[in-house]
Each structure stands twice: as C-alpha cells, then as structure tokens.
C-alpha cells in the first residue's frame, strides 16, 4: 500500500524558511513524477512546484519561482520542498503527490497524496 507523509511544516516569520520533506512508502518511486500543492482556506488546491523522475526536471509555479526549491533523494523515497523568504500569502497546507508517468502541473492526474502538513507564515 503506498503511503506518502509529510513533516517539516510549522510556524514562522516572513522572511523565514522552512524545509518540507515527504517520505514514500509501498514501492519502488524512482520513476514517479512528485510534486507539492498547497490549499488555503476557502482556495482550491493550487500546484507549487514538481520533480521528474529520472531526470529530475523541475518547474515551479510562478509565485513561488526563485523562492522554492523542489529535490528528491530516491535512494530514500523521499521529496523535499525547502522554502526560503516565506511571505504570508505562503500560508496554507502543503501536499505531496505522486503519480506514474510524466510530470504535470493537473492534481487530477496524481494518483497518491499525503495527508498534508501546516505552514504558517507570519508577518
């Protein structure tokens, strides 16, 4: 069964930087495309950044371009999402996702999500 789990979420200043982490769980994810989303209350979930699989091709959303750096460690199963001059519009519930096959910016086309993990950023 896969699972996917997030960590590293909390409260922080602007300005601040917090470093997301999600571990995969129940096979093999080498190959998976992985990404981060993140919902604000009352908002949709919206798409942050993604890795490709062998490559590691990035791409970020644009209120988040030269802030946010997505990476994995596939040896650990593992995505990270560090987060450097965190603005208070930054404020919401990041999920990792995971699917197989090509990267994609649609949230409809991930297959696996974690429960999400809290960040808040104060001003």
């Known amino acids: 069964q896969v699972q996917l789990v997030e960590s590293g979420g909390g409260l922080v200043q602007a300005g601040g930087s917090l470093r997301l982490s999600c571990a995969a769980s129940g096979g093999t994810f080498s190959n998976y495309a992985r990404a981060w989303f993140r919902q604000a209350p009352g908002n949709e979930r919206e798409f942050v950044a993604y890795i490709s699989g062998t490559a590691g091709n990035t791409y970020y959303a644009d209120s988040v371009k030269g802030r946010f750096t997505i990476s994995r460690d596939n040896a650990k199963n593992t995505v990270y999402l560090q987060m450097n001059s965190l603005k208070p519009e930054d404020t919401a519930v990041y999920h990792c996702?995971?699917?197989?096959?090509?990267?994609?910016?649609?949230?409809?086309?991930?297959?696996?999500w974690g429960q999400g993990t809290q960040v808040t950023v104060s001003s």
């Open positions: 996702a995971a699917r197989s096959g090509y990267v994609t910016t649609n949230r409809n086309a991930y297959n696996y």
